[in-house]
């Protein structure tokens, strides 16, 4: 692991280190809460940003190269594109295999109705790390306390619909869906 805390160390500015190392230690808490690996999801969560401090004109040039398909919403909202080039990054750059941490990075950003558990331990992760001002203590705690990673996923999207909608932001088609899958997925289990 000294070696990605090295890599992401060199690629990332100094907040979005910390921020990376945070949201690797909460997601072994809740790797623990939901029976799955802790070493993958903080290696997982570790990497998760590692293309974040990319230019826009850099994340296109990468698109391009690793031939990434991208949704008019992403083409529109460059801030988000850092997952999917993150994951080409990983995979054809530092040669990793893992298809759990390839997903879990792909996805950190908008979620898919595709993830796998990984991936959504990533996914709220990043959202409810300590570092996150914008979300409150008792949410984080509630999250944490969730034993439904499903559960967690919806928590995580209700919070992010409201702040973006409060804005005035579009949601991306891509989360509309993964919540509308996660949300029958808790159904079917009721």
Do not use: P
């Not at 979005?16 to 809460?33: E, P």
């Not at 409150?136 to 944490?144: E, N, P």
């Not at 439904?148 to 088609?173: E, Q």
């Amino acid at each position: 692991m000294i070696f990605w805390k090295l890599v992401i160390f060199f690629r990332l500015d100094r907040s979005r280190y910390f921020h990376s190392l945070r949201t690797a230690n909460i997601s072994k808490v809740l790797a623990k809460n939901y029976g799955l690996s802790q070493k993958k999801c903080y290696k997982a969560a570790l990497l998760h940003d590692i293309a974040k401090n990319y230019s826009d004109s850099k994340l296109l040039e990468l698109v391009s190269k690793y031939n990434i398909s991208l949704s008019d919403f992403e083409l529109n909202t460059l801030a988000v594109v850092h997952s999917k080039v993150g994951r080409a990054v990983l995979e054809y750059k530092f040669g990793v295999k893992y298809f759990d941490i390839l997903q879990a990075v792909e996805f950190h950003s908008l979620g898919s109705k595709n993830m796998n558990d990984i991936a959504k331990v990533v996914f709220i992760a990043d959202y409810i790390e300590e570092g996150r001002d914008f979300i409150t203590d008792d949410f984080r705690k509630d999250v944490l306390a969730e034993k439904d990673v499903n559960r967690a996923v919806i928590m995580v999207y209700d919070k992010t619909f409201d702040y973006l909608r409060k804005k005035g932001l579009k949601l991306a088609s891509v989360s509309v869906e993964a919540y509308d899958f996660f949300k029958g997925v808790i159904d079917e289990k009721k």
